[in-house]
Each structure stands twice: as C-alpha cells, then as structure tokens.
C-alpha cells in the first residue's frame, strides 16, 4: 500500500475540545483514506506524553449528495510499545465508497489536554 501524506494541522499544542478538518475533493479513483496523528517516543518525549489525554476522531465521506459516516478512533496518549517498537504515530484507515466528486472532512475532540501532535491525510489510489 503507497500512501500519499498531507499535513491538515501542523504541529502544535492544542486545548481540549473539537478541530474541524475542512472538506476537500478527493479524486475520483482514491481507495482508503486515513488519518495519522504524530505520538510520545523517546525521540519526541513532548508528543502527547499524557495517557490521560484522549483523541476523538472522526471521518465522513460526502458521495452522491450526502455527508456518510467513515468511522471514527479515539486514542489515549502516552508512549505505545508494539512488537517491542515504539508507535510514532496512531493510524486509521478506512475504505471509500466508490464514486465521483467525493469530498472528506474529519472533527478532532480532545480531552484530558492539552494535547501537542499533528495530523497528517493519507490518500490511497
């Protein structure tokens, strides 16, 4: 899988409460799309250091007319060890209905910041 990655919030301390992720067209022959949002590692100790913060979000897919549900992840920060690696960041992936003139937009709720990440777009075609 080749993901193409789109910074859509830059790096930054954030207070608890909701981003919205403007919509943008996506083309025509995109598969998935995701999310990932930068995370606490030994080399970035100030990236979402705080088990306690937690982060909301959610996707939608607008397709012939309509705003549809993409899925949603709510994620807890701290330092995450997978297979003995640190995690640099949390992920979601979500298929695409198939269509034309598409569009995405994404809400973010923290709680329990603040929070400092960013948030990068992943397209797959």
């Known amino acids: ?8 919030l830059n790096r930054g ?12 067209d996506i083309a025509d022959n995109l598969k998935a799309v995701g999310m990932a949002l930068a995370r606490n590692t030994s080399a970035e100790a100030t990236l979402w250091p705080n088990a306690s913060t937690t982060v909301e979000v959610s996707l ?14 709510t994620a807890s920060g701290g330092l995450v060890v997978d297979d003995g690696a640190e995690a640099a960041e949390t992920l979601m992936l979500f298929s695409l209905p198939e269509g034309v003139n ?4 994404a809400s973010i709720v ?16």
């Open 1 to 8: 899988m080749a993901f193409t990655r789109t910074t859509v």
């Open 110 to 125: 923290i709680a329990g910041g603040p929070l400092r990440t960013e948030v990068t777009l992943l397209e797959e075609t």
């Open 60 to 73: 939608e897919v607008f397709v012939d007319g309509v705003w549809q549900t993409g899925g949603s992840i």
């Open 13 to 24: 301390n954030f207070p608890n409460g909701t981003r919205s992720i403007p919509a943008r």
């Open 102 to 105: 598409r569009q995405i937009r």
